[in-house]
């Protein structure tokens, strides 16, 4: 997007982009036009009416060209109360539905708040509507584009009419982003807490709806959305939300983390690895350095046989990051948990779990023990130190990361305990301020961040899968996917699975994947797939996946053993060589570019920082200008381009 003009913020930054109220310089606040039911507000690059009989919205382009934003609301309104504008906004009331709206222009870009006086639900911005828009984009993992008139995408096996996903845990940054021929738009919900994101399909054609639920108990009466203008390219949404997030709370940058801890440089260059059986041996260790990889994070399960104070001492000494997978989520009955991580001291469990409304604790996953309250460890720790005593307990070998499972995936929590009462927002606050203790002590990941959580973690596993609701599906047969034997190598995570045509194409299709994750937070947060779908778990898509994480400059993440190294270290150890010296040259900067080369979407190019690295992949069957069909080219900083062909396994 170019923002012509950008307006001068005055920012009260609290822990969260979504909390961080903002108020432009006064001389600089544009002004609102008001005709009768249309408010108009002057935006970069043009300008957006609000129909304040609907809340419909339309915008228009320098060159006249005018498309709708967002459709009426749905359902009935009722009617709209006389507008009155002051101070560069326009106010408006819908007196039947208790709401009272404000439109303002900000940044650039037109804010809109909807306070409500009572508990409801508000159904919208309903987007995608406009016959001329093309796609939709959408921070679905790393990020899908999706084509809004593709006849698979809107039927039923493509696995996205019918979902929607919350804002907050079931997206991975707070916005969406839409296409026209040469234009676009880039939707921001500021109000993520509450908010979800609902796809459904009208005459063959895909839109989004956003749905906002006003809680007084979830403090979330107050729905702000942001809209804008882009130049509708693949990615020109996420630029939008990055310069957004760096107005409203801000990124940290890796150089940062990197300067505070210069542990966390050891990330660069690094796959990531889940270790098992003799692999979590100081052998193992060395048999990854015999095979030439000198980079890499390695995890262990908080199993009953974690890597010892050898192991953890013969990795650190290799240059790897080491650490153990950890979860402050979930309680079981001491006397019988399946598993230690879920063991705690007394009175953890049962007194620390999260409450319904109806008093009884809310069961943990898979339905076993409890969620944990992050306010109830809040609450504790002064005195008990139950965190700091986990942690002491879990790097006692010596390890020099940590993974905190689900602590930055957004899966948040109400609270109802008498004890230690708690809304989702400060649940998010809670974890917040334990990842950024953490983080001061060790190597800090967690699971499928939220970009609201890059200023507390160095990586992240989870959030460049762009996982469809029937993943889950196939996860839970353990005949077809795989279980949680053997102990030394479970199946869960060692047996190669076949993935089902249309699970593999909604997320794994190259033509459908663009890097919005990384276009905001490249230089903040270093990302992988999910840990249960190993580079070699999908053998089909093995190939792609590799390609995938050239292109967009992000480690691979694997599981291994001792019969994977047989079957595929080589192999490995290729794949992490050739990814190094573009990590290298790259994970502290910003990806500056990525577009399609080719009409079908499979020859794709990525270029980062001021010229540090650019690569080209071919994802299609024939050459394209010199470079082979299943072949990538990097260029480092300008020199000779270098060139990989992966091989599928």
Same mark, same amino acid.
């Given at each position: 997007?170019?923002?012509?003009?950008?307006?001068?913020?005055?920012?009260?930054?609290?822990?969260?982009?979504?909390?961080?109220?903002?108020?432009?310089?006064?001389?600089?606040?544009?002004?609102?036009?008001?005709?009768?039911?249309?408010?108009?507000?002057?935006?970069?690059?043009?300008?957006?009416?609000?129909?304040?009989?609907?809340?419909?919205?339309?915008?228009?382009?320098?060159?006249?060209?005018?498309?709708?934003? +967002?459709?009426? *609301? &749905?359902? =009935?309104? @009722?009617? $709209?109360?006389?507008?009155?504008?002051?101070? !560069?906004?326009?106010?408006?009331?819908?007196?039947?539905?208790?709401?009272?709206?404000?439109?303002?222009?900000?940044?650039?870009?037109?804010?809109?708040?909807?306070?409500?006086?009572?508990?409801?639900?508000?159904?919208?911005?309903?987007?995608?509507?406009?016959?001329?828009?093309?796609?939709?984009?959408?921070?679905?993992?790393?990020?899908?584009?999706?084509?809004?008139?593709?006849?698979?995408?809107?039927?039923?096996?493509?696995?996205?009419?019918?979902?929607?996903?919350?804002?907050?845990?079931?997206?991975?940054?707070?916005?969406?982003?839409?296409?026209?021929?040469?234009?676009?738009? +880039?939707?921001? *919900? &500021?109000? =993520?807490? @509450?908010? $979800?994101?609902?796809?459904?399909?009208?005459? !063959?054609?895909?839109?989004?709806?956003?749905?906002?639920?006003?809680?007084?108990?979830?403090?979330?009466?107050?729905?702000?959305?942001?809209?804008?203008?882009?130049?509708?390219?693949?990615?020109?949404?996420?630029?939008?939300?990055?310069?957004?997030?760096?107005?409203?709370?801000?990124?940290?940058?890796?150089?940062?983390?990197?300067?505070?801890?210069?542990?966390?440089?050891?990330?660069?260059?690094?796959?990531?690895?889940?270790?098992?059986?003799?692999?979590?041996?100081?052998?193992?260790?060395?048999?990854?350095?015999?095979?030439?990889?000198?980079?890499?994070?390695?995890?262990?399960?908080?199993?009953?046989?974690?890597? =010892?104070?050898?192991?953890?001492?013969?990795?650190?000494?290799?240059?790897?990051?080491?650490?153990?997978?950890?979860?402050?989520?979930?309680?079981?009955?001491?006397?019988?948990?399946?598993?230690?991580?879920?063991?705690?001291?007394?009175?953890?469990?049962?007194?620390?779990?999260?409450?319904?409304?109806?008093?009884?604790?809310?069961?943990?996953?898979?339905?076993?023990?409890?969620?944990?309250?992050?306010?109830?460890?809040?609450?504790?720790?002064?005195?008990?130190?139950?965190?700091?005593?986990?942690?002491?307990?879990?790097?006692?070998?010596?390890?020099?990361?940590?993974?905190?499972?689900?602590?930055?995936?957004?899966?948040?929590?109400?609270?109802?305990?008498?004890?230690?009462?708690?809304?989702?927002?400060?649940?998010?606050?809670?974890?917040?301020?334990?990842?950024?203790?953490?983080?001061?002590?060790?190597?800090?990941?967690?699971?499928?961040?939220?970009?609201?959580?890059?200023?507390?973690?160095?990586?992240?596993?989870?959030?460049?899968?762009?996982?469809?609701?029937?993943?889950?599906?196939?996860?839970?047969?353990?005949?077809?996917?795989?279980?949680?034997?053997?102990?030394?190598?479970?199946?869960?995570?060692?047996?190669?699975?076949?993935?089902?045509?249309?699970?593999?194409?909604?997320?794994?299709?190259?033509?459908?994947?663009?890097?919005?994750?990384?276009?905001?937070?490249?230089?903040?947060?270093?990302?992988?797939?999910?840990?249960?779908?190993?580079?070699?778990?999908?053998?089909?898509?093995?190939?792609?996946?590799?390609?995938?994480?050239?292109?967009?400059?992000?480690?691979?993440?694997?599981?291994?053993?001792?019969?994977?190294?047989?079957?595929?270290?080589?192999?490995?150890?290729?794949?992490?060589?050739?990814?190094?010296?573009?990590?290298?040259?790259?994970?502290?900067?910003?990806?500056?570019?990525?577009?399609?080369?080719?009409?079908?979407?499979?020859?794709?190019?990525?270029?980062?920082?001021?010229?540090?690295?650019?690569?080209?992949?071919?994802?299609?069957?024939?050459?394209?200008?010199?470079?082979?069909?299943?072949?990538?080219?990097?260029?480092?900083?300008?020199?000779?381009?270098?060139?990989?062909?992966?091989?599928?396994?």
């Amino acid at each position: 997007m170019n923002v012509t003009k950008m307006i001068p913020l005055v920012c009260a930054v609290g822990v969260l982009a979504a909390t961080t109220a903002c108020s432009p310089a006064a001389a600089d606040q544009p002004q609102v036009e008001v005709d009768g039911d249309r408010v108009r507000v002057p935006v970069s690059g043009g300008l957006v009416e609000v129909d304040t009989s609907s809340l419909g919205l339309r915008a228009e382009a320098p060159d006249g060209r005018t498309w709708q934003l +967002s459709a009426p *609301a &749905e359902g =009935d309104l @009722g009617p $709209a109360g006389q507008v009155s504008a002051r101070g !560069g906004a326009a106010t408006w009331r819908y007196p039947e539905k208790g709401l009272t709206v404000t439109a303002t222009g900000r940044g650039g870009r037109l804010e809109m708040t909807v306070h409500a006086d009572r508990e409801g639900t508000l159904t919208w911005p309903v987007t995608a509507t406009d016959p001329a828009t093309t796609e939709l984009q959408l921070p679905r993992g790393e990020g899908i584009a999706v084509p809004v008139a593709d006849e698979w995408w809107n039927s039923e096996q493509a696995g996205l009419v019918g979902t929607e996903a919350a804002v907050v845990g079931g997206l991975t940054m707070p916005f969406w982003g839409t296409s026209l021929p040469g234009l676009g738009a +880039s939707y921001i *919900a &500021e109000s =993520d807490i @509450g908010t $979800a994101l609902r796809f459904t399909s009208e005459q !063959g054609r895909l839109r989004a709806s956003a749905s906002h639920e006003f809680s007084p108990r979830e403090s979330t009466m107050d729905y702000r959305m942001t809209f804008a203008i882009t130049d509708g390219g693949p990615i020109a949404a996420a630029r939008d939300y990055r310069d957004w997030l760096q107005h409203h709370g801000g990124i940290t940058p890796l150089r940062e983390k990197i300067a505070r801890n210069p542990e966390v440089g050891k990330l660069i260059g690094a796959f990531h690895a889940y270790t098992w059986g003799r692999a979590r041996t100081a052998e193992g260790v060395q048999r990854l350095r015999d095979l030439g990889i000198d980079r890499m994070w390695l995890g262990y399960d908080a199993d009953d046989e974690p890597m =010892d104070e050898q192991a953890v001492a013969a990795a650190k000494q290799a240059g790897f990051l080491v650490g153990p997978y950890d979860s402050w989520a979930n309680a079981q009955e001491p006397g019988q948990a399946d598993n230690p991580a879920s063991k705690w001291p007394d009175p953890v469990w049962p007194d620390a779990c999260v409450r319904e409304a109806d008093g009884g604790v809310l069961p943990g996953f898979g339905g076993r023990g409890c969620y944990l309250s992050s306010e109830a460890f809040r609450r504790a720790e002064p005195t008990q130190h139950l965190m700091a005593d986990r942690t002491r307990e879990f790097t006692a070998n010596g390890a020099n990361s940590y993974f905190l499972d689900v602590d930055a995936a957004g899966e948040l929590h109400s609270d109802h305990s008498p004890a230690h009462p708690m809304a989702k927002e400060q649940d998010r606050r809670n974890r917040l301020d334990r990842m950024a203790w953490l983080s001061g002590q060790l190597v800090l990941g967690s699971e499928t961040a939220g970009s609201w959580a890059n200023g507390v973690l160095s990586y992240n596993h989870g959030s460049v899968t762009p996982v469809t609701d029937q993943l889950w599906k196939l996860e839970k047969d353990k005949q077809s996917w795989g279980g949680y034997a053997p102990q030394g190598a479970p199946a869960f995570f060692f047996k190669p699975v076949r993935l089902p045509a249309d699970v593999a194409k909604a997320m794994y299709a190259p033509e459908y994947r663009v890097p919005l994750y990384q276009a905001v937070l490249h230089d903040s947060v270093i990302s992988t797939e999910r840990w249960e779908l190993s580079w070699s778990k999908l053998p089909d898509q093995s190939k792609n996946r590799a390609m995938l994480a050239m292109l967009h400059n992000i480690p691979l993440n694997l599981v291994l053993d001792e019969s994977e190294l047989d079957s595929h270290g080589a192999q490995i150890a290729q794949l992490q060589r050739f990814f190094e010296p573009l990590h290298r040259a790259a994970a502290t900067e910003p990806l500056a570019d990525f577009r399609w080369l080719t009409p079908d979407h499979l020859v794709q190019r990525t270029s980062f920082g001021d010229g540090a690295l650019t690569v080209t992949a071919n994802f299609s069957a024939r050459p394209h200008d010199g470079l082979p069909g299943g072949c990538l080219d990097a260029v480092v900083r300008g020199g000779a381009p270098q060139r990989i062909c992966p091989a599928g396994l």
